[in-house]
């Protein structure tokens, strides 16, 4: 018995354990209601495919929700990213127009983050209110850059970024599935390993104290959504590569990302993020849509089963804690019982400037 407790504790310290067990069910559910399709391979290479570009930005969300803020701009970031890329791709020789367009696209994403920033932690706007105005400007300047027009990328196929960024590995295998992944290792390793993930939690948690352990609030905010941009804009580049066209409305995948984030963990409050939590989460809401048409349930009935089930996993991940899966059992042993405060969490003074 005590060897079984054991086994729970340990499993509960695994990050994303618990939605990667809602993710696991989901697509046993899935198989058996629908066998023809989720036995198939194709519908996983499938998925493999599609969810990376949300999964990318949900990852920078994630660290933005982490410092307490957030960032509605990605979208529009994702959209000019790709009139970016595409600028350059038409504009030069594609031998190396590619790279500019790359270039200009990562650079377009860190000058959005970084007026976010600078509106945030020096002026003092709330990120919330920011972060939303900056998404209908750059949405805006996407448009009447492109003239509202959507521009291919003529020879895409056989340009050698294509398939370094969205071709197929072993002929079938996505390769931005990889760059996802990549990216996610990556950031759990900044969030947990470096200075900076420690002052974003930091910040998070409560930014008064962030400065007394000597956290540059100001700047870390900056840098943040600096780094947000830019890996909002790697979205846009591979959305842009995967389908060989810019199209100005691209990028429309802002709710998605925040689900992602949310069913996989991360808190609202900031303090504590979960990397790899996004990375189940994503795959839970990319799959939910094509698991539910694949079932013959009408299509009028996707949304409703993707509120249900995102409201399960958070249920689950609120009741369970940071990732204890004892602490379930002990919350229906004394269920209609208060939740004791934290005194020291009272005590502690809150950031009244920082925006939220």
């Not at 495919?49 to 307490?68: K, N, Q, W």
């Not at 996802?180 to 939690?201: S, T, Y």
């Not at 303090?271 to 009028?300: D, E, R």
């Amino acid at each position: 018995m005590s060897s079984v407790k054991a086994l729970f504790k340990f499993l509960g310290r695994l990050e994303g354990f618990a939605i990667a067990m809602v993710l696991l069910v989901l697509y046993i559910a899935l198989i058996i209601a629908a066998p023809n399709v989720f036995t198939h391979p194709l519908i996983y290479i499938s998925f493999l495919e599609t969810v990376p570009p949300t999964l990318i930005a949900a990852l920078g969300l994630t660290l933005v929700i982490t410092a307490g803020e957030i960032d509605l701009s990605f979208p529009a970031v994702v959209s000019l990213s790709g009139f970016a890329l595409s600028w350059g791709w038409k504009t030069f020789d594609p031998t190396y127009g590619a790279w500019i367009g790359i270039g200009l696209a990562f650079a377009a994403g860190a000058l959005v983050g970084y007026i976010n920033g600078v509106m945030v932690a020096r002026i003092g706007v709330p990120s919330i209110m920011a972060t939303l105005a900056a998404n209908f400007f750059w949405y805006g300047i996407s448009i009447l850059l492109a003239g509202g027009l959507q521009v291919t990328l003529k020879g895409s196929q056989d340009n050698f970024v294509h398939e370094l960024f969205v071709g197929r590995l072993f002929g079938s295998v996505p390769v931005q599935a990889f760059w996802a992944l990549g990216l996610a290792v990556l950031l759990w390793f900044i969030l947990n390993r470096h200075k900076f993930g420690e002052g974003i939690m930091f910040i998070g948690d409560n930014a008064n104290v962030a400065r007394v352990m000597g956290v540059n609030v100001e700047a870390t905010r900056i840098r943040l959504f600096a780094l947000h941009g830019m890996i909002a804009a790697f979205a846009g580049i591979i959305v842009t590569l995967d389908i060989g066209v810019f199209y100005p409305d691209q990028g429309n995948f802002l709710l998605p990302a925040m689900a992602s984030v949310f069913i996989g963990g991360t808190s609202i409050a900031g303090g504590a993020g979960s990397i790899f939590g996004t990375v189940f989460g994503a795959y839970v809401i990319g799959s939910l849509a094509a698991g539910v048409v694949a079932t013959t349930i009408s299509g009028y009935w996707v949304q409703v089963v993707e509120g249900v089930v995102m409201a399960a996993v958070i249920v689950l991940n609120a009741a369970t804690g940071k990732g204890s899966i004892a602490a379930l059992s002990s919350r229906f042993r004394h269920w209609g019982a208060p939740v004791a405060a934290n005194p020291a969490q009272e005590l502690l003074p809150k950031d009244d400037t920082a925006p939220n």
